[in-house]
């Protein structure tokens, strides 16, 4: 809504709105071209909050159009700085407040004014780490740290932006440097102000909360010690309850639940003091969470109801899905089932709204458990599978994350070699110079020995120079790796080079459906762990049975494998390939299940040929997948299969009927595509 709202303003200068209360005859009151006349619509827009963005804007836009008019460069850098903040928090980050933005910066950068480029840049890098766009986020800080240092000024609010941006790509190491420089800032200038002291302290609980991502609680208890006792002299009430809330996440995750819940009352109290029913509803599911821990059904019972009814008056929807899922667990213990899957349900709905991938995971592996002690192994089967799929996301996430990270390092590291490379050159030009000078000077023995240390000087400047090479060499062949783990070579070389990948028609492919049969009767017998295990097996011995064909596994879903023989690149013999690792794994099944019996699955295999459209889904979390009626064809096949047949189309068999043997079925029914003909492959 708020982005329609703001794609419908024009120009404040050429249909601005007199009938708003207050804007009649002010203009010409004020006189159109003063600066007073910018400062006063600027001040109305501010004043003017984010439901009425229209107007919001339209003030704004007529500061900007009477500050260029009288070319006001500091009444431009307000203008521009205004309508860029509309964008940014009444319209979500809207993409068009980064150009005014980007204007404020360059008018600022034309009359010097540093403290309204650190601003802008600031402001930049805000707006791209927002958008996850955090190498850009980064190079935007990196500048305001350069016109920080011109003009002396402390930065330790700079270092900590840039300590989150690389808390946010898990780059804890790095972060963990910035947010400590950003300390050593704040040491260093003694805590002089009330607001240093406050900085400080969100400092220490900052690091303290990277220390509990890398699961060294003990250090993090270090930090939020330090900060609990810096509290108890500067009686910040925010910061307090952040501290005992951190310090009871903290032993709880130690299982220390007699301290972490000592630290959750101290939190609960205060936040009812302050009416802070946000942080009170979740402090009270933490309660709940943890005496579910102890079996303690009605204290958890207790305070998960509590803390259901204070969520439900903040409307805050992360605080409502934590505790549905607080309260399907404790009624799948009491065995009222009924009750779980509603709760369970209401936390899906919103996890799968708000993009909460782990909380996703989590309720279909509890509505796993709560279909299979109920009897309907249907249900538990889709559940289970869409388990495994959020489990495939969320690795694919965290694989794309790192890949970013790996870049981001890679990028660092090459500008650092650059930094190096210029030392060197200069240390180099420096040695020679002066080993000449003293050759002049020395002869003999003394001359042989200054000229073995300069080399030794030269030699050490080359080792760092190679050491710096293969350390970057090292991080790129890491990515590199990463980013073919993802996508095709092809692919992923058209994605670094022009930064995206078109998507694309391929005419002649083959496309393979694998799945289990039964698998849900295998889950009951294996148990989770087997079964994950085991699936894990299979799916590495079918990669390798692939890749010996150049063919593409595109991804699992479930218990389901999808591959795709002739793209990337054209292959005139996509079918036979298909077909051959098509029966390299139906053996390699029908073996293990003869060795191992009811501890492995029963497969089936479908195979179609076709024309599909292959690309990237997504931007940051993408994927590489195919569509198109053949790869619903496919799926149709190996569905009509039977367990151990690999069952192919008349396209397929077309193209390969003379190089193998096969036993016609005739047409058979599949969903959706009436009779189509059908080959097992012998």
Partial sequence: MCFALCFSVHSAGQNFDKTKPGATNELDKKQANDSNAVKYFISSSNNIGCRDTVHKLQYANAALEIAKKINWEKGII?????????????????VRGLDHFRNMLLVAETIKDTNSQIRALSLLATYYDKRGDYEEALNYYMSAMVVYKQTGDD???????????????????????????????????????????????????????????????DRALEYYDSAKGLNRVIKNEVLSRIIFLGLGNIYEKKTNYSEAIRNYDTCLKQCMISADH?????????????????????????????????????????????????????????????????????????????????????????????????????????????????????????????????????????DSLKQIQANVEAQRKFDLKFQRQQLLTYTGFGGLILL???????????????????????????????????????????????????????????????????????????????????????????????????IEKIKTVGDAYLAVSGLPLANTDHANDIVKAAIEIRDYMLKRKAELGEKTFELRIGVHSGPVVAGIVGVRKFAYDIWGDTVNIAARM????????????????????NNFTFTYRGEIDAKNKGKLKMYYVD
Wanted: aromatic fraction near 10%.
């Fill in 155 to 217: 930065m330790q609010g700079l270092l900590g932006n840039i300590g989150t941006v690389y808390a946010n790509i898990g780059n804890y190491v790095k972060a963990l440097d910035y947010y400590q420089r950003a300390l050593k800032l704040l040491e260093e200038n003694k805590m002089i102000q009330q607001s240093d002291s406050i900085s400080f302290e969100v400092l220490l609980t900052t690091i303290g909360d990277l220390y509990v991502a890398m699961s060294q609680y």
């Fill in 278 to 414: 946000v942080d009170e509803a979740g402090v009270l599911n933490r309660l709940a969470r943890i005496y579910l821990a102890n079996n303690d059904i009605i204290k958890a019972n207790d305070y998960a109801r509590r803390s259901l009814i204070t969520a439900n008056h903040t409307n805050n929807e992360r605080s409502l899905c934590d505790i549905y899922i607080t309260m399907g667990s404790i009624y799948t213990i009491e065995k009222k089932y009924s009750q779980a899957i509603t709760y369970y349900k209401n936390a899906l709905a919103i996890a799968e709204k708000t993009g909460m991938l782990e909380n996703v995971g989590e309720v279909w592996k509890q509505l796993t458990t709560v279909y299979k002690l109920t009897a309907q192994p249907a249900l538990a089967l889709d559940a289970y599978q869409n388990y495994i799929a959020t489990c495939d996301s969320i690795y694919n996430q965290n694989k794309a994350k790192e890949m970013l990270r790996l870049e981001m390092q890679y990028k660092i590291d090459k």
């Fill in 452 to 550: 073995v240390l300069v080399s030794f000087v030269i030699w050490r400047s080359y080792s760092r120079e190679k050491k710096a090479n293969t350390l970057i060499q090292d991080e790129k062949q890491k990515s590199d790796d990463l980013l073919l783990n993802i996508l095709p070579h092809e692919v992923a070389e058209e994605l670094k080079q022009k930064g995206n990948v078109q998507a694309k028609e391929f005419e002649h492919v083959t496309v393979m459906f694998t799945d289990f049969v039964n698998f849900t009767a295998a889950g009951e017998r294996l148990g989770a762990q087997k079964l994950v295990a085991e699936l894990d097996t299979c799916f590495v011995a079918f990669d390798q049975i692939l890749a010996e064909y150049n």
């Fill in 638 to 657: 190996e569905q009509s299969s039977e367990s151990g047949k690999v069952n192919i189309s008349v396209a397929t068999y077309e193209l390969v009927k």
């Fill in 78 to 94: 307000a203008a521009e700085n205004c309508i860029g903040r509309i964008y940014e928090l009444c319209c979500s980050y809207d």
